[in-house]
Nanobody
Framework: QVTLVESGGGLVQAGGSLRLSCAAS????????MGWFRQSPGKERDFVAAITWGGGRRYHADSVKGRFTISRDNAKNTVVLQMNSLKPEGTAVYHCAAKRGELGYGSMAAYNFWGQGTQVTVSS
């Protein structure tokens, strides 16, 4: 059974930083990809970043490049999303997700497992 639990969301002013964590269990790790997606009210769930667990290859959406960084801590079975220079349009529920393999890392439909999400609110 795969379980993903997010933490670290909250309220921050524009320009501020937040650090999201996703504690994972039940994954193969060496062949899995972990991703972060976000969803604002009335909008689709959008890709934010992904990382391959075994090779550590990272991918970031164009909208967050240079401001967000995804990383992993194998010892703690945790994936972290460091978010800097946050903008009001970044207000959303951020979800952690996991999938087998690397193909389709940017597609929500490719992910098999999801966490409940954590709310991030960026005030202007």
């Amino acid at each position: 059974q795969v379980t993903l639990v997010e933490s670290g969301g909250g309220l921050v002013q524009a320009g501020g930083s937040l650090r999201l964590s996703c504690a994972a269990s039940g994954l193969t790790f060496s062949t899995d990809t972990m991703g972060w997606f976000r969803q604002s009210p009335g909008k689709e769930r959008d890709f934010v970043a992904a990382i391959t667990w075994g090779g550590g290859r990272r991918y970031h959406a164009d909208s967050v490049k240079g401001r967000f960084t995804i990383s992993r801590d194998n010892a703690k079975n945790t994936v972290v999303l460091q978010m800097n220079s946050l903008k009001p349009e970044g207000t959303a529920v951020y979800h952690c997700a996991a999938k087998r393999g690397e193909l389709g890392y940017g597609s929500m439909a490719a992910y098999n497992f999801w966490g409940q999400g954590t709310q991030v609110t960026v005030s202007s």
